[in-house]
Structure formats: C-alpha cells, structure tokens
C-alpha cells in the first residue's frame, strides 16, 4: 500500500469521503430524467404515478436498511473495509437496474444499490471526521457534503445530453455510469490508512501511531505532537471502555456520557434537513418550471442550471463553518428557508388566481433561492453534527442510526408531497415553512457548539462532571510522568 503523510494524507482522505459524497449525489439525482423516458416507461409497463412514485422511494428504504446495517459492522471490519463492502453491494445494484427488463428487477435493483449507498453515507462521515484535525474537520465534511450537488448535476447535465440522442442507451448508461464513482471509491480505500480511532480500540496501538505520525509529524513517532494525539485518543477510549458503553442498548440510555441525547440530535439534525423542504422543492422543480411556461427540453436545461446555483451555496460551509461555527450556520439557514419557502408559496397562490407569468417566474427564483440557501446550511451540517457528537465506541452506530434517520425522513417527504400537493396545493410550502419555525428553538436550545473542538473533547462536552473530572485527572497524571520522564533523561545525560 502506497504510504501517503501530510499535506498528501489529508487531501486523499477528503477526496476519498468526496467521492463517496459524490456517488450519493449522483444516486440521488439520476433517476429524476430516467422516470420521463418514453422507452423507460414503456419497458416498466407505463405504470401509474403512484408506482413511479413508490419505484422511486423504494431506494431510501434501501439505504435507511444499509445505514442501520452498518453500525456493528464498521466497529467489526473497521471503517475502510465498510466502504468497501458498501460499494460492492452498490455495484451489484447498479449492474442490475442498469440491466432492467421489467419493473420488479427494477424495484429489486433500486433496493440493493440503495443498500450499498446506505452503508456508504453512514461510514464516509465517520472516517472523514476520525481522520480530519478538528480546526478543519467541518470544512472537510461541508466540502465532500458540496459533492453531493455535484453528483447531482452530473446526472442532471449527463441526462440532459443524453435526452437529444433517445432509445435505450438514453437511460441505461447514467446508470451504469455510477460504478465508476464506486469503482475510484474501492480503489481509495487501498491507499488511504484505517482511522487510528478504531485501531486503538481494537487494540492496534503501533499502526495507530504509525498513521498517527503520518498525519501529523511526517512519520515521526516521538513527536511530542504524535505522542499527545495517540494519548488523548487511548484515554477516550479507556474511559468508554471503563463505563462499558458501546452497544446500542448504550445509546438510549442517559448514562454519564448523556448518550441518549445525542442520539436524539443526530437524528433530529437529519429529520430537520428532510423536513425543512427540501425534497418538497427538488422533486418538484421541474413542475414549478413548466408551471412557468418553459418547454420540457428548457425545464430540464434550468434543473441543470439550479444545480450550479446549488453547489455555490453549499461551497460558503466550507469557508465559514470553522469561522462562524456550526450553531450559527443552522440557525440563519432555518431562518433564510424560512422565508424563501414563504415566497415560493406566495408565488404559487398568485400563479394559481391570475396566471401571471411574472408570479411563476418569482416561483422559479425563490425555489433556486431556496436551494442556495439550504446548500449554504443544513446540506452540510445534518452530515457534519452527527458525525462528530458520539464516542469512539458509539461513532459508527449512532452514526448509521442517524442516517437512517436521514432516509426514513426522505422516503416519508417523497410519499406524502404528492398527497399534499393534490389536497392543498401551495399550501405545501407554508407548512414546510412553519416546520422551520418550529426547528429554530430546538437547535437554540440543544445543540451545543463543537467548531474547533477535537473528537475527544466533543466526547465530555455532552458527559456528566464525574467524567470530565476523570479527564482532567487523567490528564494531569499523564504530563507528571512525563515531565518525570525529560528530569531522568536529563540526569542521565
């Protein structure tokens, strides 16, 4: 295995967990051009919209499964050998939606390459987060969360070139062309280390500080920085190890580590991403389009072009979330939804009694206005909290309990939006609005800031004072001995 150190490490792990990101955004949008192909649908037995619908959802109940899978799993097989079983299942998926002669291979497809995403999206955060230096931890996760948009206009603008030529090759290659994503990602994780995290608590401590020194010193070992690292990590653990949490029994019970409650914020934090509109103003972007009068090739086109937009919101985390810190970019994003989804509903009732162009053109920029906004705030942060709140021993469980969180909440908007749109119109957007509402005390309330924090630090910042006191002591004892230590190796020389 190639040994990368430095600079070269860390740019590796963050291209790694972006690509992971990447095939997630991909996945996501790839299905949004395939499900208007006339030789698609014709192939499925032209099925009614409820079961577009449902062959559609099918996927996130996919990926909700793998996420829950994949908790004892990644403690189990580690983190890297996780990704890569997860991009397997998802090839496997892949090959066969990809190979599809009727609508239950289809629906059977959509579930085992959902499977494999769900193992991906819960794993990929927890690796990217133990290996990051918590001064830019959030910028590495925000900026492979930026590559989820990507991969969403990669299959928006793939589809789009792809619409002008037709047939079956028009939707059989985006989806064979999302093992290429998976492919790069299996081929990373023989380059990129295991995290020291999980070595230490599997008892590899030399490896562990080996890829610490890689990270840290350029290789070298008794690097007083190296050596504090591996330290603050064996001291985490032994503490964890000590309560004996690390089951998800552990993870609803309070405890001293106060478990139960960040499980309940992590998973609020993914509820609060699905339930703040976005999945209401992605699904139905191409509908609000041609409400404005566009034709389905300019629909399209403008879909594409929202994904840029998107993708510049979603580069501003990046920049400011190791500045502002995460409390912030949360609250001002719940805030800004707020209002934008207002907007887009207004714009809708005034569409709807005078069929104005002018109010379906307001529609249009307030749902891209919409986009940039939840791109610059929780298309990050619902994927960057959980990811840095739960103990070693709990990451990867609390984690995949988060994310299927994430899914159950995506497949529950996909489902009812329709219904909603059928019986209330634009009143959809208003209650959407008012579901933000309701989040900003939630937030204010119970999430504490973590900006600049280690892993470990974040650990007691949720525990009782009994632990945080066990640290300090554990602390203090650990620079005794080794002041003690640099005394004798002074006399000596």
């Known amino acids: 295995m190639i040994k990368l150190q430095g600079k070269a490490l860390f740019t590796a792990s963050t291209l790694l967990a972006a690509t992971g990101f990447l095939l997630f955004g991909y996945d996501q949008g790839v299905m949004s051009g395939i499900v208007s192909n006339e030789h698609f649908l014709e192939l499925m037995g032209q099925p009614s919209s409820a079961v577009v619908g449902a062959m559609v959802a099918i996927y996130e ?81 925000c900026f492979e969360c930026a590559l989820i948009v990507v991969g969403i206009g990669i299959a928006y603008w793939l589809e789009f070139g792809l619409y002008f030529v037709g047939g079956e090759f028009s939707w059989r290659f985006p989806l064979a062309f999302q093992n290429v994503f998976a492919i790069i990602l299996i081929a990373g994780t023989f380059v990129l280390p295991e995290t020291p995290r999980w070595l230490v608590s599997h008892g590899r401590d030399e490896e562990a500080k080996d890829i610490l020194a890689r990270l840290w010193t350029e290789g070298d070992m008794n690097h007083p920085r190296c050596i504090s690292e591996y330290q603050e990590i064996k001291d985490g653990i032994e503490i964890e190890r000590r309560e004996g949490v690390s089951s998800y029994r552990d993870l609803f019970k309070k405890g001293k580590f106060n478990n139960r409650k960040r499980v309940l914020i992590a998973m609020l934090s993914q509820i ?26 300019m629909a399209m086109l403008m879909a594409a072009i929202d994904s840029i937009v998107y993708f510049i919101g979603a580069l501003l985390p990046v920049v400011l979330v190791e500045r502002i810190g995460r409390r912030k970019i949360m609250l001002w994003g719940l ?67 988060s994310t299927a969180a994430n899914w159950l909440g995506n497949f529950v908007v ?18 959407f609005a008012f579901m933000n509402l309701i989040f900003m005390p939630m937030v204010y309330l119970w999430f504490p800031e973590t900006k600049g924090l280690s892993l470990e630090q974040v650990e007691i910042l949720f525990a009782v004072d009994d632990i945080k006191d066990d640290v300090k002591s554990i602390a203090s004892n650990y620079l005794e001995h080794e002041q003690k230590n640099d005394i004798e190796k002074g006399k000596i020389a």
């Not at 609060?272 to 090739?297: E, R, S």
């Not at 709807?352 to 891209?368: D, H, K, P, Y």
Request: glycine share 10%; hydrophobic share 45%.
């Open 61 to 141: 109940i996919g990926c909700m499964f793998g996420a829950l899978a994949t908790g004892k799993i990644s403690d189990m097989i580690g983190r890297r050998n996780t990704i890569r079983l997860g991009s397997l299942v998802l090839i496997v998926g892949a090959i066969i939606q990809t190979a599809t002669q009727n609508l239950a291979m289809t629906i059977v497809s959509r579930i085992i390459t959902g499977f494999g995403n769900g193992m991906n999206t819960a794993t990929v955060p927890v690796y990217q987060s133990e290996i990051s230096p918590p001064k830019s931890r959030g910028a590495h996760v």
């Open 414 to 431: 996909a489902m009812i939006t329709p219904v909603l749109f059928e019986h209330i119109t634009f009143w959809t957007y208003i209650l």
């Open 272 to 297: 609060i991403q699905q339930l703040g509109g976005i999945n209401v103003t992605t699904y139905y972007l191409t509908d609000v389009m041609l409400q404005a009068g566009m034709n389905h090739t």
């Open 335 to 401: 805030i800004a939804q707020t209002i934008t989804l207002i907007c887009i509903g207004g714009c809708q009732k005034a569409n709807a009694e005078r069929n104005t162009s002018a109010a379906a053109n307001g529609a249009v920029a307030f749902t891209m206005l919409y986009n940039f906004v939840f791109g610059a705030s929780w298309l990050g942060m619902s994927w960057l909290y959980p990811a840095e709140i739960f103990s070693t021993a709990l990451r990867a469980k609390g984690n995949s309990l």
